[in-house]
């Protein structure tokens, strides 16, 4: 049997970027199910990270996930399985109280894995992994120490890409992954093969980082456990390199965030004639970026003098003129500060 494989969803990205929105709903409307129809594909396996935000969901976003993706498979009476992810849990060492548990568990046609499950497709036994945190790391690492025919999991794995230019750095390098003929993964948002172990990527765009990374959804075969990629055609972030010219297709870039980075510039008239084309296309926001290599790395750090964002604050506060207790005032600056980087630690993508 054939079954689609669909990567991390993140229905409320962004904190519910409408932009972001609407290019989701254009690929499960005009891709992924007129697809799943032509293939005849009715089961379903999901990554994890259905939805993006760990602690709160917005009521359009409940909404939204229902209109474009439960509804959608009940009405086909499509079998959807459902992983945890990390971003569909508020705490950090525990999966209690998911979100995914709480809004899909009651739900038609779905299933929901906060344990770990093996099950039998078509004589193919798959074995869903929520994801790993404390609470459950010791069953995960002896279950996939093991081994078996296919692991389905949301993993964070030593040394695999998640975007380009970063990899991953992760406990899960003392895990033995050889003993399955298949992982099929979520979790990094490029997708990436090495051995047995796939990482599927996420079905659309989601930031900058995404720009270059191919996504959209798998198909796989649990007959001889190929996997079969369909591309979303729907890319909106686009970066164009500006050489005396480019050959990038415009008509693409309607409501998307476009980068246009000049390489070479001689003639001002062509360039200021292809920016009024940009424009007219209507993105939904366009920025240039022009390299200026007269300044060189040495010679910018020679003007620049270094310093940490916490002796910046340091120093700011020693200057400020007031009769309070500057001691006091740094001090909960920098509590606040760090409380900060926490935060945007634990909102940060993946
Ligand atoms: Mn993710």
Redesign the pocket.
């Known amino acids: 049997m054939k079954i689609a494989i669909l990567g991390?969803a993140?229905f409320g990205a962004r904190n519910r970027n409408v932009l972001i929105e609407n290019w989701q709903r254009k690929f499960y409307e005009e891709f992924f199910w007129p697809k799943l129809d032509e293939l005849g594909v009715d089961t379903i396996f999901q990554t994890?990270?259905y939805f993006d935000n760990r602690k709160w969901i917005n009521l359009q976003t409940m909404a939204f996930q229902k209109e474009v993706f439960v509804k959608q498979a009940q009405s086909r009476g499509c079998d959807v399985h459902v992983i945890v992810?990390?971003?569909d849990l508020p705490f950090r060492n525990s999966l209690a109280n998911n979100s995914v548990r709480q809004i899909l568990g009651e739900e038609e046609c779905f299933t929901v894995y906060d344990t770990i499950e093996k099950k039998e497709f078509d004589g193919c036994e798959i074995t869903f992994f929520p994801w790993i945190c404390k609470e459950n790391e010791e069953e995960s690492f002896e279950v996939l120490t093991e081994g078996g025919e296919v692991a389905f999991g949301?993993f964070e794995i030593d040394g695999f890409m998640m975007h380009p230019g970063s990899y991953a750095r992760s406990n899960t390098q003392s895990v033995d992954f050889t003993n399955w003929e298949r992982v099929l993964n979520?979790?990094?948002?490029a997708q990436s093969e090495k051995g047995n172990i796939h990482y599927v990527g996420?079905p659309y765009q989601m930031t900058w980082s995404d720009w270059s990374t191919k996504h959209g959804f798998w198909i796989f075969d649990t007959f001889d456990k190929s996997m079969t990629f369909h591309q979303n055609p729907f890319n909106y972030f686009h970066k164009i390199f500006w050489e005396n010219g480019t050959n990038y297709d415009l008509d693409t870039i309607k409501d998307g965030y476009v980068k246009i980075e000049v390489r070479e510039k001689n003639d001002f008239e062509s360039f200021e004639k292809f920016m009024d084309k940009v424009n007219f296309n209507q993105p939904f926001e366009f920025k240039v970026i022009e390299t200026f290599e007269e300044w060189t790395s040495d010679n910018v750090t020679d003007m620049l003098e270094m310093a940490t964002t916490t002796e910046l604050i340091e120093e700011y506060i020693s200057d400020v003129a007031t009769v309070h207790n500057k001691d006091f005032i740094t001090k909960t600056m920098l509590e606040i500060y760090n409380e900060a980087l926490e935060l945007s630690d634990s909102i940060s993508?993946?």
């Open positions: 991390d993140h994890g990270d992810g990390n971003h949301h979520g979790h990094f948002h996420t993508q993946n």
